[in-house]
């Protein structure tokens, strides 16, 4: 009876009605009811520093002549001085038994561009920060981590625990490296990284968006949610009132950022961030594209990093698309829920907006790693990542009798009556189970806003988004069990991993990687369209063609950059410079084909901006650059680069494609005394090009050695 009544539930779908489609928005998870750097993570100001013993031994020989007392620091002071950009920097201490030495920097010199600086240096054999050091995080006090919960179907005591997807996601061994530290209300930063949840709003008063020693949720008082930016859009109105009268939003919201530490039930993945609820669905499950696409809109004009939308529609609607472009190119990182079921997975087609080119997929994992496709779970080209979602497995009592088990999510939920039911048809209320995609969306949400905070990143931050995306991915555990560590269309790059992931490692050791896109012709998605990928170096060469609305995957291709091209009806166009990295997603490679005057695009991309590497230089054969662009519409389809003696000027190199390599170094011949600047213009997808964007400029200054003195020589002697 118990089985009966499970799978009844399972069969239960909430829907959306959406306005102008066939196919409903509905709630994923309804088949079952700064500098690109560590924050705070080293000390400013200064750098270590070994040198080679090559050179630490020719300086030996040199210095101990003269009686020099610590060779080591006279050594590495002149390494110092030979670099103009760290004039007054100076050896503060040094550590002789293992040969490293503290150098304390000149005030303006950050500590990553010192780092790089001396790395440079010959005589340099290694540089790094001065890293903190912390005492180990204690385990949180929220009294659900270490608490088990018993079947509820096969009543077996103690069975699981609460919180096992915190558990097998290694929150807490995540958290040893960022935050270290649980917040209260009196220390919770007012500026900590936002992640909006687009969902059916948030209880505003729920003890577990309160952190300890805090009387408020209000992130202005050390809560949780942001009650400056939280809203509810309907019908294209805009109100402040985010009040959850569904449940749904409050349980993803738990999930990714509940508080830790607080002596209340649970904790969120992203503990350090503050939510920003966006209601557009109402106490019935509806809501409508037009609203979604404002909130999308309206988060990333508030320069909000992370979106969440555990929500989602069959039919494709371009007003979603344009959002996500226009949401993505500002710099956020979108995660959506892929599709479900609640008549059994597996490939039951594309959902929206976790289709789209530029967004991550979620799909769901189970408490073994396992996928629930006959269940609900979907499966398709578009997954990106799998996280912690539920599943139906059979499990053994004393007995020796078999029993299916829910092992499903566990989170907050309103403190009030709601219409929504847990996964087990009981009443919703302050905690609860749920089960889907919905579910497994947040903790990657929450993770991204860790990685982000943890790096320093904001929409600001040149690519950021994207090296956040390929940071879960590279550092998600091998679910879906390939030699390769690469991409499936059940668990994409794999189940995500918190410590991994703030690791920065290649955790399946991936040797393959992924290109995604999607292809336009005169402003239209076009199916059918050929897509080749060819290696720029080596014969690697694969082609697939696009499926429903242009959208495309190239998996598993060896890591390095390609020429991608896609031709449809007679036009075609390609890429240069697209980088596949080992073990992740290149996505968002979109195809604008077509009439040029016919393209949905009249805007061009804003003027670049162009960095040197540092004021001078000593090369007098190369000269590396950065820069970065954004089109909001169609995207960069490619960089120009020239070199010139002048701002603007090409009289060093004219302009040459880049494609869309966004730093280089370049070979010409530079001269001593010179200053060199750099102009780069970007190119959209619709042909449209920028005005030309200029660095500071770079001096080329070649160090000359004084003569060498003989040990208590007194200078030249005269001729006789």
């Given at each position: 009876m118990r089985v009966r009544t499970v799978w009844q539930i399972i069969a239960v779908t909430f829907v959306f009605a959406l306005s102008g489609h066939s196919a409903p928005l509905?709630?994923?998870?309804?088949?079952?009811?700064?500098?690109?750097?560590?924050?705070?993570?080293?000390?400013?100001?200064?750098?270590?520093?070994?040198?080679?013993?090559?050179?630490?031994?020719?300086?030996?020989?040199?210095?101990?002549?003269?009686?020099?007392?610590?060779?080591?620091?006279?050594?590495?002071?002149?390494?110092?001085?030979?670099?103009?950009?760290?004039?007054?920097?100076?050896v503060e201490r040094t550590i002789e038994r293992i040969g490293w030495a503290v150098v304390r920097l000149p005030k303006g010199v950050s500590v990553p561009h010192a780092v790089e600086l001396l790395r440079k240096q010959p005589q340099v054999l290694w540089a790094e920060p001065n890293y903190l050091v912390r005492p180990l995080l204690p385990e949180p006090n929220d009294p659900r981590f270490h608490e088990y919960d018993s079947g509820k179907i096969s009543g077996i005591p103690n069975l699981y625990p609460y919180l096992w997807d915190m558990l097998i996601i290694q929150a807490y061994d995540g958290w040893q490296i960022y935050p270290n530290r649980y917040y209260t209300a009196a220390n919770k930063p007012r500026d900590a990284i936002r992640i909006a949840v687009i969902d059916s709003g948030v209880d505003p008063n729920h003890p577990d968006f309160k952190n300890a020693g805090g009387t408020s949720t209000d992130s202005r008082y050390g809560g949780q949610i942001d009650w400056t930016?939280?809203?509810?859009?309907?019908?294209?109105?805009?109100?402040?009132?985010?009040?959850?009268?569904?449940?749904?939003?409050?349980?993803?919201?738990?999930?990714?950022?509940?508080?830790?530490?607080?002596g209340e039930g649970v904790f969120g993945v992203a503990y350090n961030a503050q939510i920003v609820p966006v209601k557009i669905i109402d106490a019935t499950g509806t809501g409508e594209d037009a609203d979604l696409v404002e909130a999308i809109i309206y988060c990333a004009d508030n320069n909000i990093p992370v979106i969440n939308m555990s929500l989602g529609t069959t039919s494709y609607p371009q007003v979603l698309a344009d959002a996500v472009n226009y949401a993505y190119y500002k710099g956020c990182?979108?995660?959506?829920?892929?599709?479900?079921?609640?008549?059994?997975?597996?490939?039951?087609?594309?959902?929206?907006?976790?289709?789209?080119?530029?967004?991550?997929?979620?799909?769901?994992?189970?408490?073994?790693?396992?996928?629930?496709?006959?269940?609900?779970?979907?499966?398709?080209?578009?997954?990106?990542?799998?996280?912690?979602?539920?599943?139906?497995?059979?499990?053994?009592?004393?007995?020796?009798?078999?029993?299916?088990?829910a092992f499903v999510i566990y989170s907050t939920a309103p403190s009030y009556p709601v219409p929504l039911p847990d996964a087990f048809g009981e009443q919703f209320y302050m905690y609860g189970y749920q089960i889907g995609t919905s579910m497994a969306t947040p903790h990657v949400s929450g993770l991204a806003a860790l990685y982000a905070e943890y790096k320093g990143f904001t929409v600001n931050t040149p690519g950021g988004n994207l090296a956040t995306w390929r940071a879960i991915q590279r550092g998600a555990d091998n679910a879906q069990q390939r030699a390769d560590g690469g991409w499936t269309p059940s668990y994409g790059f794999g189940r995500i991993n918190v410590r991994n992931t703030l690791l920065e490692v290649n955790a399946r050791n991936a040797t393959v990687g992924c290109l995604s896109g999607q292809v336009y012709f005169n402003g239209t998605p076009v199916q059918g369209a050929q897509i080749e990928a060819r290696a720029m170096v080596g014969s690697t060469r694969k082609v697939t063609t696009a499926q429903n609305y242009g959208l495309w995957r190239i998996p598993n291709l060896p890591p390095g950059y390609y020429r991608v091209k896609a031709t449809a009806f007679g036009y075609n166009k390609e890429f240069e410079w697209v980088e596949v990295v080992a073990g992740a997603d290149t996505p968002g490679v979109d195809f604008w084909l077509g009439d040029v005057n016919l393209q949905p695009?009249?805007?061009?991309?804003?003027?670049p901006q162009v960095w040197d590497d540092g004021a001078v230089q000593n090369s007098l054969s190369t000269l590396h650059a950065r820069w970065w662009s954004r089109d909001l519409e169609t995207g960069i389809f490619r960089y120009e680069v020239a070199i010139g003696t002048t701002p603007g000027g090409t009289d060093v190199m004219g302009w040459t494609s880049v494609g869309v390599r966004t730093e280089a170094t370049f070979n010409v011949s530079l001269a001593h005394g010179k200053t060199y600047y750099v102009a780069v213009r970007a190119v959209n997808g619709a042909g449209l090009t920028s005005a030309v964007?200029?660095?500071?400029?770079?001096?080329?200054?070649?160090?000359?050695?004084?003569?060498?003195?003989r040990p208590g020589g007194g200078g030249r002697r005269p001729v006789r």
């Open positions: 509905r709630l994923a998870n309804t088949p079952v009811a700064k500098q690109a750097v560590p924050r705070q993570e080293y000390r400013e100001g200064q750098v270590l520093v070994k040198l080679r013993p090559q050179a630490l031994e020719a300086a030996r020989n040199t210095l101990s002549a003269v009686g020099t007392s610590s060779v080591l620091a006279a050594a590495v002071q002149p390494v110092i001085e030979n670099i103009p950009e760290l004039a007054g920097a100076r930016l939280g809203c509810s859009i309907f019908g294209g109105v805009y109100d402040s009132d985010f009040t959850d009268e569904l449940g749904h939003g409050t349980h993803v919201s738990g999930i990714a950022a509940a508080a830790a530490n607080n990182i979108l995660i959506a829920a892929a599709n479900e079921s609640g008549n059994g997975g597996g490939d039951i087609g594309n959902i929206y907006p976790a289709a789209h080119s530029k967004v991550l997929a979620v799909s769901p994992t189970g408490i073994l790693d396992d996928f629930p496709s006959s269940l609900y779970a979907g499966t398709g080209d578009y997954i990106g990542v799998s996280a912690p979602g539920g599943s139906l497995l059979w499990v053994e009592d004393d007995d020796g009798n078999l029993w299916p088990e695009d009249i805007t061009p991309p804003e003027t964007g200029v660095s500071d400029g770079i001096r080329v200054q070649i160090p000359i050695s004084p003569p060498t003195q």
